[in-house]
């Protein structure tokens, strides 16, 4: 066996073993409802390694979860953004919701754990950016500050999507979709001095048009 085809083996290991060991300590914190109490044997007793071999990939349960998270954060990502210069806003949280009815455990543990805030931070800051990116609330004038406005519509999303993950329900997608944009938007219709959301739309519409030119 020649050295590169041992290293290419050793490297498909260390990643097989590194994925055991992410998929223990999210499965292990959705199961307990919080981060702290999660125990190293136990990470690794879930993922069928060794302590040592823990420690020969991660110096503790910290570093762990930030690479854990941190993957799906960016798969995540790739996800949402896939379609962003061509889709409506409605449709990407559409895709967002789709992403997380496919995977609800990334989401239990940034929106419902102890010991997550970096995590959640980061997620509010991507639907915030998301949010600016698209619908441009400078173009209105409106009664509060437009900042103030995305960082609203970003927090209910958060929220909403949180109370979705913690009820039993059978609410599709489409439905959360639609029932967020009419939490959401009738009380910005009247902020930004609208009548109707279809006026909205149509003017969200041009913006996304003059940005995908």
């Known amino acids: 066996m020649d ?7 050793e490297d498909r290991r260390i990643t097989r073993t590194k994925n055991y060991l992410r ?3 999210l499965d292990l ?3 307990r409802g919080e981060f702290n109490s999660v125990q190293i044997n136990e990470i690794a007793d879930k993922a069928d390694v060794a302590r040592s071999t823990f420690y020969l990939h991660y110096a503790d ?3 762990l979860l930030y690479d854990a998270l941190d993957g799906e954060f960016q798969r995540f990502l ?15 949280l559409l895709n967002i919701l789709t992403y997380v009815n ?3 455990r990334y989401f239990q543990v940034v929106l419902n754990t102890v010991g997550t805030t970096k995590a959640f931070d980061q997620t509010r800051k991507t639907f915030e950016e998301l949010l600016v990116g698209w619908i441009d609330f400078s173009v209105f004038e409106a009664s509060v500050p437009h900042e103030l406005i995305t960082y609203h519509l970003s927090g209910t999303i958060i929220n909403t999507i949180k109370w979705w993950l913690e009820t039993e329900n059978d609410y599709s997608p489409e439905e959360m979709k639609n029932y967020i944009f009419d939490l959401l938007f009738s009380g910005i219709l009247q902020i930004v001095g609208l009548n109707t959301k279809a006026e909205m ?6 913006q996304i048009k003059e940005k995908i030119q």
């Open 78 to 92: 790739d996800a949402i953004r896939e379609h962003h210069q061509q889709d409506f806003a409605p449709i990407n």
């Open 29 to 31: 914190t959705v199961e």
């Open 201 to 206: 739309d149509e003017i969200f519409a041009q």
């Open 3 to 9: 050295t590169s085809t041992k290293s290419s083996k």
């Open 61 to 63: 349960k910290e570093k």
């Open 102 to 104: 496919e995977h609800p």
């Open 23 to 25: 998929n223990a300590i």
